[in-house]
Each structure stands twice: as structure tokens, then as C-alpha cells.
């Protein structure tokens, strides 16, 4: 943990919050109540980064219209950028997940490390207030601001770009699911090219949802 600590640039004074906000409830689910797991944690990261980013962008950004700071905002808290920040920390390694979700891939899930990066913001929150919790949202979520401004990656429009080279070609999005309550919903989509299935993904949003299968559609049309 002490490893963790240092690359969060923050240490607990109680490490109990660290270790709850890497508890999976695949993990507390094992424990049979003995661990609580960190969806709590995370419902509160989530609200607090979104905090954060707002103000930041509002005193920074006073000539941006709304628009452009919804756009801005939304390419810096969606899951693919957290994932990012997951990688950076290397916070799948500290993950206390249950045995079926360990040996399943679980470290590498996109959706448990985006959660688990908000659930330890949540964690520097509650243990050092919300100066903490800003610096570390500076060190590792404003600071991929570019020129200023984030730009969203576009993999809808790259997609379009590269099947286009043929004539007659015809991509559709297709929502297949949804998970989780009003304030956690995760949205899976499949994106079909002419009636075959060439990527999927999952987001916060049908947008964000969209954009996750058309990144896997490039990379798998791609190869």
C-alpha cells in the first residue's frame, strides 16, 4: 500500500478507507458481510470529481459557451480516461477482488478500474478533505487537458472514416443491455457493419457506450 500511497501523491491517515475503496463486491460478497465493498465509495468519487472538473473548467474556461464545457467535462470523467489513470497507478494490481472475478480478467475490466479510481478519490476525500481530493484530481485528471481544452476521442466518426473507403457499406449501433442502479448505469452497445457484429462496448451513457464499440470495431477491422 505504501507503494500505492506514493503515486497518489497522498497518504492515509486511515488506511481502512484506502483498503475499502479496492474491495470489489465481488470480494465483499465472499466475505459474507465481514468487508464492505466500495460501491459507496464510488457512488460519492463519482460526484466529487464531477464537482471538481465543473468549477475547474468554469473559473478556468469564463469565454467557453455551456456546450463546450459539457464536451470538455464529459472527456475527462468518462470511464476511458479514469481507465487511464487506473493504468498510470497500476491499481489493478491492489484490487481485492473474489476468486471468480480474479481468475476472470477483473483487474483488467475497464469498468471495475474506473470505479475503483473514483472510489479512492472518494477514500482522499473523506480522509483529507477536499483540498486533497483537488490536488490529486489536478495531478491525474485536469492535467490531460490539451491547449487548454480536452478534446473527446471521436471513434464514431473514425469508424465512419475508414468503412467509408468501400461503397455501400452500412454501420449500426444497437443497445443489447443495461445494468445498475439510476446513479451507476452501464449501457452496452454492439456496432454491426452490414448485419455483422464488429465490436462492442460498454459506458456511463449510450454515447459513451457507442464510442467504447466503434474503438473496438477500428481495432478489430484494423488488424
Known amino acids: 500500500m505504501n507503494t500505492l500511497e506514493e503515486k497518489l501523491g497522498y497518504s492515509f491517515q486511515n488506511r481502512e478507507l484506502l483498503e475499502n475503496a479496492l474491495t470489489h463486491s ?25 464537482m471538481v472538473v465543473a468549477d475547474h473548467l468554469y473559473r478556468g474556461h469564463p469565454d467557453l459557451p455551456e456546450g463546450d464545457l459539457t464536451r470538455t467535462r464529459a472527456a475527462l470523467v468518462c470511464e476511458e480516461s479514469l481507465v487511464e489513470v487506473a493504468q498510470a497507478l497500476n491499481l489493478g494490481e491492489y484490487l481485492r477482488l473474489g476468486k471468480g ?58 469508424l465512419q472514416e475508414l468503412v467509408q473507403r468501400e461503397s455501400g457499406q452500412v454501420l449500426r449501433y444497437r443497445l443489447v443491455g443495461e445494468e445498475g442502479p439510476d446513479h451507476n448505469k452501464r449501457f452496452f452497445v454492439e456496432v454491426t457493419l452490414n448485419g455483422q457484429a464488429v465490436g462492442s462496448g460498454s459506458g456511463r451513457s449510450k454515447k459513451e457506450a457507442e464510442q467504447m464499440a466503434a474503438a473496438a470495431a477500428i481495432e478489430s477491422l484494423s488488424k
Do not use: C, M, W
Not at 26 to 50: C, H, Q, T, V
Not at 139 to 153: H, Q
Open 26 to 50: 465481488s470480494r465483499a460478497n465472499e466475505s459474507r458481510g465481514k468487508l464492505p465493498s466500495n460501491e459507496r465509495l464510488e457512488f460519492l468519487g463519482d460526484s466529487i470529481l464531477g
Open 101 to 158: 472475478e480474479s481468475s476472470g480478467g477483473g483487474r483488467e475490466r475497464p469498468s471495475i478500474q474506473a470505479d475503483a479510481v473514483e472510489a479512492v478519490l472518494a477514500a482522499i476525500y473523506l480522509d483529507g478533505g477536499i483540498g486533497s481530493a483537488r490536488k490529486f484530481i489536478q495531478k491525474y485528471i485536469l492535467s490531460r487537458e490539451t491547449d487548454g481544452l480536452a478534446k473527446p476521442l471521436d471513434h464514431k466518426t473514425a
